[in-house]
């Protein structure tokens, strides 16, 4: 009795998630036509604001054919995924040929050089001012950042009013940024000793245990002996607060941690 | 002194015949629960997803700034016995670049051209951040996304944009604050775009059931029922047992934040940044909208949710496989 009903909630469990993630695949399928939906009424958008109703031929050729896959594409839905998503593929490349004709000629540019907005710019220091304060206060550095809120804050109100170019403040704004990141990693430093040292020492404490049992078990003496050289040069490297080679050694006694494990099987 | 062993208990319910009594309130009990508890780790190993080797990103999102930079934020699993992990970068023009592990604590990188050397020793996830300018070119126009990426990505565009060209299929699309995010698979993408006044969504229509849909929707409902009847076994027992503490609470719009600090006085400043991020979204946020807003690890953020859930504060709902964060009504009245 109690198998049968473990078996029966089984079933239905595993049979029931399965099903839904193919009715969730199935049901995805009217993402693509929002899309291309989407789409279709943009460039709609564009010849008529472009062209008005003398719309050239061939990109009126190319409109209708797209319009026409998207009205196949709807058609297809929900049963034949295969010709949707054909006729999702179709129209998007034919929308794309599209919009490119209507844009040219042009010349292809690198987003960085001319199209740097203020106001994107200054959504980006802002974030990233946001994320320098989250990490200030978990390591209790105790960063005052009354100046940057202070630019943060006469920038907006340069791009608001539009009377004053911001670009100056943004350059102040980024130079005080850099300080208080400076700041931060040399304070960042001094706690990551602790939080590695903690780390290694409980590392350590396992790899002793580890050795004493390979060396009940039989492994070579030798690269036993080896990894207690090596456990004794990390504390002594930690001891002097030599992080970095400190983390070296380790990684050369974890490898051969491996070796020896290995060898005992 | 010898010590000597005695089967007390034994001896003490084995009647003259040799026949083993022994008490049968537990066993029904017992009985219900193991299918159910087996029936719950069946749900947990079903829903719980593969976890993901070292070096492979838990997740990756992606939102482009109306001036086509692009803002990326990764999670990544590394192992804390190596000292470093070197990511490919999506391209070179980086800004802002910071890196966390699961505490939160800030680790040195160094970038190297497509590359960075993060060091990794002693944390099992990190967090990236950066800004790039590499992904999105213009033409006229039309702006254009490529990418090729090693994992699944969501891809949040800037207000305004309309799709116009995709090369491949979406995985899923969502409209977050009047921005469209899609998910896409990894590998190659372009998506071209361009910015014009705001098109209303079509609604689409329903769509028509098959013989073979209606199979589907017969198997869901079948589970739902199954779903049902083992909540409604759980529900009589709990009800039978403990009916005393019914305690129904109900999500609502907002809360004042200041009766709620008042009313808990000892919960930690980060926590009340939560409450009122959580109030100010309509009482209501997901556990991953925490992470993003206040940029913590998920295991922190899982411990501050949890923590302000003792406290009667929250309270947690599953909703499409994530953690749904209310804030409680009701707390006065518990007080």
Request: aromatic letters at 6%; proline letters at 7%; zero cysteines.
């Given at each position: 009795m109690k198998i049968l009903a473990l078996f029966t909630i089984f079933v239905l469990i595993f049979g029931t998630t399965s099903f839904v993630n193919d009715a969730y695949a199935q049901n995805d399928l009217s993402i693509l036509?929002?899309?291309?939906?989407?789409?279709?009424?943009?460039?709609?958008?564009?010849?008529?604001?472009?062209?008005?109703?003398?719309?050239?031929?061939?990109?009126?050729?190319?409109y209708d054919k797209g319009h026409m896959t998207v009205n196949s594409l709807e058609k297809s839905l929900p049963d034949d995924a295969k010709q949707a998503k054909k006729d999702f593929l179709t129209s998007m490349k034919l929308f794309k040929q599209i919009s490119k004709m209507i844009s040219e000629p042009v010349v292809k540019v690198q987003v960085i050089l001319i199209h740097v907005d203020q106001s994107s710019q200054l959504d980006r220091l802002e974030k990233y001012v946001l994320t320098l304060k989250t990490i200030s206060k978990k390591l209790d550095a105790k960063i005052n950042f009354e100046n940057i809120d202070d630019l943060l804050l006469k920038t907006h109100n340069q791009i608001k009013g539009g009377t004053e170019i911001p670009s100056e403040t943004i350059i102040q704004l980024k130079s005080s940024i850099t300080s208080i990141e400076k700041d931060i990693r040399e304070f960042a430093s001094h706690s990551a000793f602790d939080r590695i040292k903690q780390f290694v020492d409980r590392q350590l404490d396992r790899i002793d245990k580890i050795l004493d049992n390979a060396e009940e078990i039989g492994a070579d003496q030798n690269q036993i002996n080896k990894a207690h050289e090596l456990i004794d040069e990390v504390k002594a490297l930690i001891d002097k607060k030599q992080i970095h080679d400190a983390k070296i050694v380790f990684h050369e006694l974890h490898k051969l941690l491996k070796n020896i494990q290995y060898s005992v099987g | 002194m010898n010590a000597e062993i005695i089967q007390t208990h034994r001896k003490k319910f084995l009647r003259e015949d040799g026949m083993l009594f022994v008490r049968t309130d537990g066993i029904i009990d017992t009985m219900t629960r193991i299918p159910l508890l087996v029936a719950s780790l069946i749900i947990v190993l079903a829903l719980i997803p593969i976890q993901s080797s070292f070096g492979s990103p838990r997740n990756l999102d992606l939102m482009i700034y109306p001036d086509g930079t692009t803002h990326?934020?990764?999670?990544?699993?590394?192992?804390?016995?190596?000292?470093?992990?070197?990511?490919?970068?999506?391209g070179s023009t980086i800004d802002n670049f910071v890196t966390i592990n699961e505490n939160g604590f800030l680790l040195n990188h160094e970038i190297r051209g497509n590359s960075v050397l993060i060091e990794t020793f002693a944390s099992s996830v990190i967090f990236i951040e950066y800004d790039i300018h590499d992904l999105v070119s213009k033409q006229s126009r039309v702006w254009t996304f490529s990418l090729d990426s090693p994992s699944d990505f969501t891809l949040l565009f800037p207000k305004n944009s309309a799709i116009i060209g995709m090369t491949n299929l979406p995985i899923d699309m969502q409209l977050i604050n009047?921005?469209?995010?899609?998910?896409l698979p990894s590998g190659e993408t372009e998506i071209n775009y361009l910015f014009s006044t705001?098109?209303?969504?079509?609604?689409?229509?329903?769509?028509?059931?098959?013989p073979e849909s209606n199979y589907l929707i017969y198997a869901i409902v079948g589970g739902i029922v199954a779903s049902a009847i083992i909540a409604t076994i759980i529900r009589i027992k709990q009800r039978t047992t403990k009916l005393t503490q019914n305690q129904q609470t109900t999500p609502i719009e907002q809360i004042d934040t200041e009766e709620i600090f008042k009313l808990k006085p000892d919960i930690r400043e980060d926590d009340k940044e939560i409450v009122k991020f959580i109030s100010n979204n309509g009482g209501k946020a997901l556990e991953s909208e925490l992470r993003k807003k206040f940029l913590q690890p998920r295991t922190t953020m899982w411990r501050a949710v949890k923590r302000l859930e003792r406290n009667g504060i929250i309270e947690i709902e599953k909703k499409d496989l994530q953690n749904l964060v209310k804030l409680r009504k009701n707390m006065e009245e518990e007080e």
């Open positions: 036509l929002r899309i291309a939906t989407q789409a279709d009424k943009q460039i709609q958008n564009q010849l008529h604001q472009v062209y008005g109703n003398d719309v050239p031929e061939k990109i009126q050729f190319l | 990326v934020t990764t999670e990544i699993d590394v192992d804390p016995l190596s000292i470093d992990y070197e990511l490919n970068l999506f009047d921005q469209n995010q899609l998910t705001p098109i209303i969504t079509t609604p689409v229509e329903p769509i028509n059931s098959s």
